[in-house]
């Protein structure tokens, strides 16, 4: 008879506690940062590291002890987990601008710099310009509603 194997559920995150390093995956979004599509990647991985409670550590709301603190070696793991996140999420490319940053919370506010802010606007003009080129034409009205929305 087979034995049935139960999904292993990490207790240490759905308390909130911060665990070590049981079990966590390197990837936690599928999406991958590429030169354009910063939006949507920062959200998702920003869900990702949310849900495993790390989310303080690209905010900037849990910096770095002391290297004296007795804390420091517990921060210091769950950066570097937070680190290999990141640098498992960016094409291969972009890896080498944020591979020697000491943090990830430097890690995140790089790729924001270089990404975020001009990919708004860029992304802004991009919108307008398809929605002024687009026409109903053959498309029933919902057809071209949802070119509208997309």
Same mark, same amino acid.
């Given at each position: 008879?087979?034995?049935?194997?139960?999904?292993?559920?990490?207790?240490?995150?759905?308390?909130?506690?911060?665990?070590?390093?049981?079990?966590?995956?390197?990837?936690?979004?599928?999406?991958?940062?590429?030169?354009?599509?910063?939006?949507?990647?920062?959200?998702?991985?920003?869900?990702?590291?949310?849900?495993?409670? /790390?989310?303080?550590? &690209?905010?900037?709301?849990?910096? $770095?002890?002391?290297?004296? !603190?007795?804390?420091? #070696?517990?921060?210091?793991?769950?950066?570097?987990?937070?680190?290999?996140?990141?640098?498992?999420?960016?094409?291969?490319?972009?890896?080498?601008?944020?591979?020697?940053?000491?943090?990830?919370?430097?890690?995140?506010?790089?790729?924001?710099?270089?990404?975020?802010?001009?990919?708004?606007?860029? /992304?802004?003009?991009? &919108?307008?310009?398809?929605?002024? $080129?687009?026409?109903?034409? !053959?498309?029933?009205? #919902?057809?071209?509603?949802?070119?509208?929305?997309?």
């Amino acid at each position: 008879m087979a034995e049935e194997i139960a999904p292993k559920t990490d207790v240490a995150i759905d308390a909130g506690i911060a665990p070590k390093s049981e079990n966590l995956p390197v990837q936690v979004t599928p999406i991958r940062l590429t030169k354009d599509n910063y939006l949507s990647w920062s959200a998702a991985l920003e869900i990702g590291i949310t849900s495993r409670g /790390r989310l303080p550590y &690209i905010t900037g709301d849990k910096p $770095a002890p002391s290297k004296i !603190d007795p804390q420091w #070696a517990n921060w210091a793991l769950e950066d570097s987990q937070v680190k290999v996140w990141i640098i498992s999420s960016v094409s291969a490319d972009i890896q080498p601008l944020i591979l020697r940053k000491p943090t990830s919370f430097e890690m995140w506010n790089v790729l924001a710099r270089m990404y975020g802010r001009k990919k708004r606007v860029l /992304r802004t003009y991009q &919108i307008k310009r398809s929605i002024y $080129a687009l026409k109903q034409g !053959d498309l029933s009205v #919902a057809s071209y509603y949802a070119a509208l929305k997309t």
